[in-house]
């Protein structure tokens, strides 16, 4: 039966190899040029563009309702003008 010394050795040669893996080191390359690559991009987070679009959609009903407001106050005052002309 192989001693504590022996097992200890081969632990740390499986980790040793296991660090110099080549698929680690390509791993970690293509992390750090994704990485480099992605913050020269203009990009926003999920929960930033989350929060954006539900701004975008309530000033979207906004617009609406005042578009409606603006159309009911023309209505109204193609009326009034209608009726002062008549007089």
């Given at each position: 039966?192989?001693?504590?010394?022996?097992?200890?050795?081969?632990?740390?040669?499986?980790?040793?190899?296991?660090?110099?893996?080549?698929?680690?080191?390509?791993?970690?390359?293509?992390?750090?040029?994704?990485?480099?690559?992605?913050?020269?991009?203009?990009?926003?987070?999920?929960?930033?563009?989350?929060?954006?679009?539900?701004?975008?959609?309530?000033?979207?009903?906004?617009?609406?309702?005042?578009?409606?407001?603006?159309?009911?106050l023309e209505?109204?005052?193609?009326?009034?003008?209608?009726?002062?002309?008549?007089?």
């Amino acid at each position: 039966m192989p001693g504590p010394r022996i097992l200890d050795e081969l632990g740390a040669k499986l980790s040793e190899i296991a660090a110099s893996n080549p698929a680690r080191d390509f791993e970690k390359n293509a992390k750090a040029l994704l990485g480099s690559a992605f913050s020269k991009l203009d990009l926003v987070t999920r929960e930033e563009f989350d929060v954006q679009r539900e701004m975008l959609a309530h000033t979207r009903q906004k617009l609406a309702e005042l578009e409606d407001r603006v159309a009911a106050l023309e209505s109204e005052l193609t009326r009034v003008r209608t009726e002062n002309d008549a007089d």
